[in-house]
Structure formats: structure tokens, C-alpha cells
T-cell receptor, first 120, second 112 residues
Framework: GDSVTQMEGPVTLSEEAFLTINCTYT??????LFWYVQYPGEGLQLLLKATKADDKGSNKGFEATYRKETTSFHLEKGSVQVSDSAVYFC???????????????????FGQGTILTVHP | EAQVTQNPRYLITVTGKKLTVTCSQNMNHEYMSWYRQDPGLGLRQIYYSMNVEVTDKGDVPEGYKVSRKEKRNFPLILESPSPNQTSLYFCASSFMTGHGYTFGSGTRLTVV
């Protein structure tokens, strides 16, 4: 079945440090890939996404590139801030069924999450 | 504002007392799903629904029921809650694959 593996945390950085959170996946077909962020006490928010190989998703200074050859979608940010402290989830969605109109849907499969703490 | 609304946010209950967690979305999404989040396990799918009256099991459906009588609502029902169902629950909805999912704010359930 589909699976997502994230680097284990927690990750602790000083402000303005470079961030990388590794994510690799196993899936049949051609999944869409996502990074979600969960701030303390809140639900998950979509941070960025990529739907095909070599696509780069970006948002709020975060980037991730869909690498089909290495089945990876690593999250990076050049200079983290204290406000980036959160839990980050890598996820994939592989189309597994379609409705009569041809719209496809897929289950989201998540990694375990990586806790990021940024100190001033 | 486009959103997924869950209620309640927090719930403490006793073993065996039936409860329902409500979920409503205002985006006209066809696909809705329930997840539970547990430390070290990430998020696991409980049930999902492709449309009205169409539901199916996810990875951890035991002890849960769902219904989809209207497009906007997808309640999660625990007929006889047990302590191992203590968890953080999220409802999510989606337009289609590749568009990402919109999550509710979560329901923290404690079963004693």
C-alpha cells in the first residue's frame, strides 16, 4: 500500500537557520504530494503541494520539489522564524476512484509528522 | 469564508455512552473524510464519503459509524466509546485529487 516516511523529530533550530525536513514516499501510480502544517491547538493547514514530477510547490518561504526518481518531497526553508514552530506533515494522495463525471479522489496518506521548534 | 466546522472542540465522556461529533462544510465538496491523530502514528483515516449516501471504511473503522444524508454534513458516531478511542479527531473535505484537503479545527475526545 501507499506510505509516507518523514525524518524523525523533533527538530530544534535557531532563528534564521536553514530548514530541511526529509520526506519519501511509496505509491502506485502518480500521486499528488502535500505538506501540511499544524500550529499548536489548531487543525491542519495546507502549506504547499505538487501534482506531477518536477513540480515545485512553494508558500510562505517554504519549498518542496516532487522528485519521482528518488520518490521524495523534501521541505526546505532558507531562514526559519520563531513563528514557524509547528508540526509538519508530508502526505500523498493517489487517485483510487472516480465518480461518474470523471473526477478522481484519493485518500490522504500521512507521514508521522515532524515537530519543529525555532528558538530566538 | 470557506471552512469545515466540527463540534464539539473538546469532549470528555464515559465508556459506553453513545456520542456524535458533527462535521459540516460550506464548499460544496463531494468528498469528506474523518481522521484520528495519535502521537507517533500521524493521522489515520477512519471513514470517507464520495457523495451523499456513499461511504466506505478507511484504515481504522472499528468502533465508528458515519452517515452522509446531506452533501454538507458528515457526522462521526461512536455507538459505545472505549478508552482506546481517546484521540484527536479531524474532519476534512476535498474537491478532487490534487486540490488538497480542508481540515476542521479538530475534536479532542477523552473516554474515561
Amino acid at each position: 500500500g501507499d506510505s509516507v516516511t518523514q525524518m524523525e523529530g523533533p527538530v530544534t533550530l535557531s532563528e534564521e537557520a536553514f530548514l530541511t525536513i526529509n520526506c519519501t514516499y511509496t505509491a502506485t501510480g502518480y500521486p499528488s504530494l502535500f505538506w501540511y502544517v499544524q500550529y499548536p491547538g489548531e487543525g491542519l493547514q495546507l502549506l504547499l503541494k505538487a501534482t506531477k514530477a518536477d513540480d515545485k510547490g512553494s508558500n510562505k518561504g517554504f519549498e518542496a520539489t516532487y522528485r519521482k526518481e528518488t520518490t521524495s518531497f523534501h521541505l526546505e526553508k532558507g531562514s526559519v522564524q520563531v513563528s514557524d514552530s509547528a508540526v509538519y506533515f508530508c502526505a500523498l494522495s493517489a487517485p483510487i476512484f472516480a465518480n461518474a463525471g470523471g473526477t478522481s479522489y484519493g485518500k490522504l496518506t500521512f507521514g508521522q509528522g515532524t515537530i519543529l521548534t525555532v528558538h530566538p | 469564508e470557506a471552512q469545515v466546522t466540527q463540534n464539539p472542540r473538546y469532549l470528555i465522556t464515559v465508556t459506553g455512552k453513545k456520542l456524535t461529533v458533527t462535521c459540516s462544510q460550506n464548499m460544496n465538496h463531494e468528498y469528506m473524510s474523518w481522521y484520528r491523530q495519535d502521537p507517533g502514528l500521524g493521522l489515520r483515516q477512519i471513514y470517507y464519503s464520495m457523495n451523499v449516501e456513499v461511504t466506505d471504511k478507511g484504515d481504522v473503522p472499528e468502533g465508528y459509524k458515519v452517515s452522509r444524508k446531506e452533501k454538507r454534513n458528515f457526522p462521526l458516531i461512536l455507538e459505545s466509546p472505549s478508552p482506546n478511542q481517546t484521540s484527536l479527531y479531524f474532519c476534512a473535505s476535498s474537491f478532487m485529487t490534487g486540490h488538497g484537503y480542508t481540515f476542521g479545527s479538530g475534536t479532542r475526545l477523552t473516554v474515561v
